[in-house]
């Protein structure tokens, strides 16, 4: 088609542009892996690879099969558009199927793909096509379109060059479903819950049979958030915790006091008093959210800066790491303390009561599981931790 025009599709050699092109590439359902610029929150258009559309000559070949939708950093995109000279000189591609999300094909798009011998084109409407996009394609190749659409193709910019346009597939519609993992999706007559492409298929009076495409993507639920541990820093405390989350949600005593992508908060100390902290790890894509159930409470007594006024008490515990009982020797303690023995997971395992001029505890760990545990010791003047590791 447009032979004559051979010698302007050499000129457009070098009016590509020296941009990289692709936000990103996906691999379809064959395993070829297509190129993609996003042009708005919720739609990307084909491109081609590398930084103009000669540098990866041929990057597609034999039939490529463009998705309908597309996933990239938690997001689904549709596929709405085949940017300007995608396919620039991909010689060897022999067909290329487009998707009924397809409302558009920039110019240059197959300039040049002299090996082209078919087009599927599953859009009712057809793609508004700009100037040269087929420049060098033979136009007696295959153009296959919806049953009674062929009439719109053949009145089409572009599209009317071609002579063998065959309205022979079906009336097809694409759309996107999201869910969590465990729910159900409800698809013409059936509840279904597993990731997929599914059809189904219509049969009317008129000849033209129709078919519903469902793309169903399953979010996977985060995992409950685990492994609590807190550091106090100054008037701060930071709160780390182990998860798989996009992002998390914070809570102290039963109130949401933040959100967190990373798996740390750092919350500030108020006074003398009793925390309880959990969380629950939220996952995200495109506009759906999974939630994680909440994790238990994990409670600590917390000493704030200013009611610290007492720094001359020391304690130290030996042998670090023991087996069977450690020391713990404690000086200028003025006042009655509370001595707790924690997992890391800020489970007390035994309390104990320093009495003031106590100088020693014995902590007897026989039957503790081997690992590292928090001693802590707090009244209303200090709050002083410290690691013992049992073997």
Not at 185 to 199: A, C, H, R
Request: glycine share 6%; with cysteine.
């Amino acid at each position: 088609m447009k032979k004559s025009l051979l010698v302007f599709y050499l000129f457009l050699l070098g009016l590509c542009p020296i941009i990289y092109a692709q936000d990103f590439s996906s691999v379809n359902s064959d395993g070829d892996t297509i190129y993609y610029n996003i042009t708005s929150p919720n739609s990307v258009e084909v491109t081609y690879r590398g930084i103009n559309c000669f540098y990866y000559l041929n990057t597609y070949k034999d039939t490529i099969k463009i998705p309908a939708y597309v996933f990239f950093n938690s997001q689904d995109y549709a596929v709405t558009s085949i940017s300007r000279n995608a396919f620039y000189g991909c010689e060897i591609m022999s067909s290329i199927v487009l998707p009924s999300t397809i409302d558009s094909i920039g110019s240059g798009a197959f300039t040049g793909c002299y090996g082209l011998n078919s087009i599927y084109s599953y859009s009712h409407i057809p793609p508004v096509v700009l100037s040269e996009a087929f420049l060098v394609v033979r136009d007696t190749i295959d153009i296959f379109v919806p049953c009674g659409s062929d009439s719109l193709y053949r009145a089409s910019n572009e599209w009317d060059d071609f002579t063998n346009i065959q309205p022979s597939l079906p009336i097809t519609t694409n759309s996107l479903g999201l869910i969590c993992n465990g729910e159900s999706f409800f698809f013409v007559d059936t509840l279904i819950n597993s990731e997929g492409l599914y059809y189904h298929n219509y049969t009317n009076n008129t000849g033209c049979d129709s078919i519903d495409c469902l793309y169903l993507r399953v979010v996977d639920v985060p995992d409950v958030p685990y492994f609590p541990t807190f550091q106090i820093i100054g008037n701060n405390l930071l709160i780390s915790w182990q998860g798989n989350s996009s992002y998390y949600n914070i809570y102290r005593n039963d109130s949401i006091i933040g959100r967190s992508t990373t798996n740390n908060f750092l919350d500030t100390i108020i006074g003398s008093t009793n925390y309880c902290y959990k969380f629950s790890g939220v996952n995200i894509r495109s506009n759906i959210y999974c939630y994680s159930e909440a994790s238990i409470d994990t409670c600590i007594q917390l000493v704030g800066l200013n009611d610290i006024n007492d720094n001359s008490t020391f304690v130290k515990i030996y042998p670090n790491p023991t087996s069977d009982q450690a020391v713990l020797e404690i000086e200028g303690l003025k006042s009655k303390a509370e001595v707790r023995i924690m997992d890391l997971v800020g489970k007390v395992i035994y309390n104990y009561t320093l009495n003031v001029g106590d100088m020693k505890l014995v902590i007897d760990v026989r039957g503790y599981e081997k690992g590292v545990y928090n001693v802590s010791v707090q009244n209303e003047t200090i709050n002083i931790s410290k690691k013992l590791i049992i073997q």
